[in-house]
């Protein structure tokens, strides 16, 4: 009896360390980095049921195998109402990021760490931990890594098509599956610009962030439009108005 229960605990085991893996694939893809750029961005947000308006930026940086990420959304109201800061490494896989921070309006700000030397993944204010493999990308640098493969192999994203990442955010990790929904036509400040259309559901059973993202190929796949519905019901809305490369 007692091996019969080691054999099934066993069984158990394996099982659940197959379905992690499923979870946290570690899978390598060609990519080509967008040149470095600010962009601007209007802002359209809700926090706690509150609308604002205003602008947002975004500092994209790489070369010399490093990059770096500042995203910043301020309203007339309240000033900053958002930080996202990434930076790391450019590896193999394409960026690696080293830290993760966020601060939104009325929240406490939080970074995530990255920790290569010892292969984990860390939260600021929570005991949870995730192995890295290779490939696991944050919040910030999860649209950038998607711009980077979407760039280099335009011809894989069709519709219907799904790419999976391992995210990091706040104080957790998931699955982030973008879905190619399709090739659409937006009115910017600076003309009609068509742009791929992804939609990041939360996973199943789950809460968490919803992301839609649109990449214009025209526009070496920078971001043109993204959207991030929180699971608290705040939504970050920001639509490009600008581009100057660096």
Not at 215 to 242: H, N, T
């Amino acid at each position: 009896m007692n091996v019969l229960k080691i054999a099934v605990l066993g069984a158990a085991l394996v099982a659940a360390t197959a379905m992690a893996d499923d979870e946290h694939p570690s899978v390598k893809r060609a990519f080509s980095l967008p040149p470095s750029a600010d962009l601007t961005y209007a802002v359209k947000a809700s926090s706690h049921g509150l609308p604002l308006s205003g602008t947002g930026t975004v500092s994209w940086r790489q070369g010399d195998g490093k990059y770096s990420l500042l995203t910043e959304a301020r309203s007339g109201l309240f000033g900053k109402v958002l930080e996202h800061r990434s930076e790391g490494a450019i590896d193999e896989f394409g960026l690696a990021p080293a830290s993760y921070y966020e601060k939104r309006i009325r929240k406490d700000p939080t970074t995530t760490t990255f920790r290569r030397d010892d292969a984990v993944i860390g939260f600021q204010g929570s005991e949870k931990s995730y192995p890295i493999k290779g490939g696991e990308q944050d919040r910030s640098s999860a649209p950038w890594q998607l711009a980077a493969i979407a760039r280099k192999s335009p011809e894989k994203f069709k519709a219907g098509s799904e790419w999976s990442f391992f995210v990091a955010g706040r104080r957790d990790a998931e699955p982030w599956v973008f879905k190619v929904v399709g090739t659409e036509t937006l009115q910017t400040p600076m003309g009609e610009v068509k742009a791929l259309h992804f939609s990041k559901a939360p996973p199943k059973n789950n809460k968490g962030q919803q992301v839609d993202l649109w990449l214009a190929p025209s526009m070496e796949w920078y971001p043109v439009r993204i959207l991030f519905m929180e699971e608290d019901g705040d939504s970050f809305d920001q639509q490009l108005e600008k581009v100057a490369k660096k």
